[in-house]
């Protein structure tokens, strides 16, 4: 009996041996590969397939949460994963995110307005959501990604109170 629990302890040891010699791998090549991402953000799905257009995104998007967990490479900076401070990360993101955006902006709440928040840096995100609700039509009636950020400005509180509004 003894040896069969050191079979399957050896196993998971040597599975978790393998995923983490293939995130090192891959952390150590990920320098170059900064920014280079498509649909599905960045992590080791981005390393492999980049930005290349289509379903393959969805397979990166998996990859990206099997191998390493996105919120782990954003947070540690890794595979391809970097804090961007400027405000084209900003656009890209209520670009890329609009149609998500709009729902839930139209609801007060969601994964994609949280996530607005959080890179505009408000303080109080639970107003925020509310400021957006409240002028959502001044906001969304805007078609692109900039003009929706300054409608952010000129309708809410949020040039006070997020600190990396721009």
Known sequence: MRYDNFKKQNKLEVFVFKKLSCIITLLALSNGYAAHYGMAGCGVGALVFKDQPGKIQ???????????????????????????NSSSAKLDYIEINKVSLKSDA???????LSGLSTLLGCQNSGLFHSEVKTNYNAIFGQESAQEILEAIKMHTSAQQTCNTLG
């Open 58 to 84: 969805i397979v990166a998007a998996t990859l990206n949460n099997f191998v390493s967990p996105q919120t782990s490479a954003i947070t540690s900076g890794t595979s391809g994963c970097y804090e961007e």
């Open 106 to 112: 139209a609801r007060g709440n969601g994964e994609t």
